[in-house]
């Protein structure tokens, strides 16, 4: 069975920064574009940041430009999400998907708080 697992979620206080991972099993991770997708508490998914097949380019949402940063290591099937100058409304369920939307993971607790 096909697997996402995320790690590395926790609670920070603002400014501080994470390093989310995604490590992937069971299909052909460097033959898939990836994506990070945030809900917060009581609102609907929000795109983050893609990610192409070759790690050559990325695309982020305006909300996080500048303050993270996707990457991927293809030989160890893992997507990373490098979160710097975090902000409360951060706080959110963090979640790694496979290109094309089909399949996600359980998820990542992040909390930003003072």
């Known amino acids: 069975e096909l697997q996402l697992v995320e790690s590395g979620g926790g609670m920070v206080q603002p400014g501080g920064s994470l390093r989310l991972s995604c490590t992937t099993s069971?299909?052909?991770?460097?033959?898939?574009?990836m994506a990070w997708v945030r809900q917060g508490p009581g609102k609907g998914p929000e795109w983050v940041s893609n990610?192409?097949?070759?790690?050559?380019?990325?695309d982020y949402a305006d909300s996080v430009d500048g303050r993270f940063t996707i990457s991927r290591d293809n030989t160890r099937n893992t997507l990373y999400l490098q979160m710097n100058s975090l902000k409360p409304e951060d706080t959110a369920l963090y979640y790694c998907?496979?290109?094309?939307?089909?399949?996600w993971g359980q998820g990542t607790q992040v909390t930003v708080s003072s």
């Open positions: 998907v496979r290109g094309p939307g089909d399949f």
């Open positions: 069971r299909f052909t991770f460097s033959s898939y574009g």
């Open positions: 990610i192409d097949t070759g790690g050559g380019t990325t």
